[in-house]
């Protein structure tokens, strides 16, 4: 739910270019409202596309560099006809998420949004409003609070061991490990397995999950003309991306159906049924709210499914994108590999198994956790919030309509906050307060206000056991070969989130095999 440009951008705004010129007779650029009065500060736009030709891939670079020239805290910019706030402060950000946090609490009201998400029922797109806020209390309480994340404590143990023994493969057959193509699958498991209570990486099924996947990451990733300059909606459709949108929501409306037709099947012949070890999913959890019938909205099909896919969408790629940087991190830092190796050992002084307990006792691996997300947060740009009526803000009228991009990736490497803000440092969080709570304004990777990750503490028991494990197994370094200056750190975008350039190949020592 989260990309809004990709690749593609440049073919067609190369084009748009050329026609801008042409098109300036018949289009005009849409204005501010008169009771705009006092806009933010805006570089100069094109008619028709405003600012898109200045935008480029890692477009959180180029909100960057164009916010030190037009505005470090807020900057006006259009995308099309659209008028975009940037925000690349902690003070901004804090005005948006804070002080005005239910003027900003909505999301965009997009025709690919509609198209993808059950007809905005997804919670990371639903308009602000009853539905979303109980939506999201059911995804709070429900399905990801503290209690219910403990109890798949037992789960996560189970798919991080098969990882260890994937390693270990590697090890003793002299390869590397590719811990990208590790981490992608655990985190898909662990999520897949607690969301729908099983695994499709098998047989037809597996086959056609991967393939809807796929597509569901390209769509996503898409730039669609008729969200941002509607007068050019046709080339969407001559290049076959609105049939593929549709397309992709069927297609993954199938998978979804098929997911709950089976599971209704079990409850069926089991009217108490738990998934695998015991545990409620979140399908059950779902279902059984939808038995109760105990809160103030209708839990149908498409909700159960809409919930299902933001649960599987959100927690899959953003741990596996922190999980590989901090790896890579860590294999350019020897000092910090071996304080957070050190660090574990000592906690865990010959025992095998890693309790929760242990990881709250290893303070330099939550630092390295944190600090590698805020290098390298997997959602560089807060998804888009949109002001619900006109707003002041730090003495600029934002008007209704303004879509609002927060640029954590801007924020986090901000020099009035982080002394030297691009080296990886973790030390600079063991003596800080600066933590992922909901009214932090610093380190945003989770976002903050009405509108924050419901998932910190899911996804933190994943990253955190699975750093721990396997610094605690194994000694790394890079493979036969590879220097660390040919460690290449560009960002590249994964199936959605920002991972490493590289393939996260590295070697696996051989401490303790399992
Ligand atoms: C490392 C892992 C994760 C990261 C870095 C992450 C990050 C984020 C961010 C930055 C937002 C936007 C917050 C904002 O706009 O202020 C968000 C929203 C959201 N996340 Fe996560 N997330 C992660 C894991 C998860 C997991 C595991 C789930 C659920 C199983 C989840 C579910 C959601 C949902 C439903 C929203 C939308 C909230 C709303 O719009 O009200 N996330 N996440």
Redesign the pocket.
């Known amino acids: ?2 990309s809004f440009f990709s690749f593609d951008v440049f073919i067609y705004t190369s084009l748009l270019f050329l026609g801008a010129a042409f098109l300036l007779i018949r289009f005009r650029t849409r204005t501010l409202p008169t009771t705009i009065k006092k806009p933010p500060p805006s570089p100069p736009r094109l008619p028709i596309i405003g600012n898109l030709h200045q935008m480029s891939e890692l477009v959180h670079h180029s909100f960057f560099s164009l916010a030190r020239r037009y505005g470090d805290s807020l900057m006006l910019l259009y995308i099309g006809s659209v008028p975009c706030l940037v925000v690349s402060s902690t003070e901004a950000a804090r005005e948006i ?1 804070k002080t005005h946090d239910i003027a900003f ?1 909505s ?1 965009p009201n997009t025709r690919m949004f509609r198209a993808i998400s059950y007809d905005l029922k ?5 308009p602000y409003g009853e539905y ?1 806020r109980q939506a ?1 209390s059911i ?1 709070t309480l429900q ?2 609070s503290n209690k219910k994340v403990q109890t798949f404590a037992g789960l996560r143990e189970k798919v991080i061991n098969e990882c260890v023994h994937k390693i270990t493969h590697c090890f003793l057959s002299n390869k590397p490990a590719d811990l990208s193509d590790l981490f992608s699958s655990l985190t898909n498991d662990i ?1 897949c397995m ?2 729908f209570g099983r695994t499709y990486n098998e047989g037809e099924i597996g086959r056609k999950f991967k393939k809807v996947l796929q597509e569901f990451s390209e769509v996503l990733g898409s730039f669609y003309f008729e969200d941002s300059i509607p007068q050019l909606a046709v080339l969407d459709r001559v290049r076959g991306l609105s049939a593929k949108v549709d397309r992709v929501a069927v297609d993954f409306d199938e998978f979804l159906q098929g997911v709950v037709d089976e599971t209704l099947s079990k409850r069926s012949r089991n009217p108490n049924p738990v998934g695998e070890d015991g545990v409620e999913t ?1 399908i059950e959890a779902l279902l059984n709210v939808q038995k109760e019938d105990i809160i103030g909205i209708t839990i149908d099909a498409d909700v159960i499914k809409a ?1 299902l896919l ?7 790629d ?2 596996s ?2 999980l590989e940087w901090a790896m890579t991190e860590l294999l350019l830092h020897p000092d910090s590999l071996k304080k957070v190796q050190n660090e574990v050992r000592e906690v865990l002084n010959g025992k095998k198994d890693i309790t929760d307990d242990d990881l709250e006792m290893m303070t330099y691996l939550k630092a390295v956790i944190k600090e590698t ?1 805020r290098l390298h ?3 560089p740009i ?2 888009p ?1 949109v002001a619900r009526h006109d707003v002041k803000v730090m003495g600029y009228d934002i008007a209704e309509g303004t879509r609002v991009y ?1 640029n ?1 990736y801007a924020i986090m490497r901000d020099p009035k906050v982080w002394d030297r803000p691009d080296t990886f440092l973790p030390e600079r969080f063991l003596d800080s307060p600066i933590d992922f709570v909901k009214h932090n304004f610093e380190l ?13 503490v ?3 028991a ?2 955190e056991k699975v750093l721990a494990t396997v610094l605690h197994k194994f000694d790394w370094s890079l493979p036969n070969g590879v220097k660390r200056e040919d460690v290449d750190m560009k960002e590249t975008f994964g199936s959605q ?1 920002l991972h490493p350039t590289i393939q996260v190949l590295f070697q696996s020592g051989s401490r303790e095999l399992t």
């Open positions: 739910m989260w998420m609490a999301r997804e919670i990371t797109v639903a979303w999201k995804l399905l990801l999520t607690a969301t979140f919930l933001d649960a599987y969408v959100a927690g899959t953003t741990s994108s922190v997300t947060p997997p959602l807060l998804p919030r927060v954590i945003l990777t989770f976002g903050a206000g009405r509108r924050g990750c419901p998932g910190r899911f996804a933190m994943i990253n989130m």
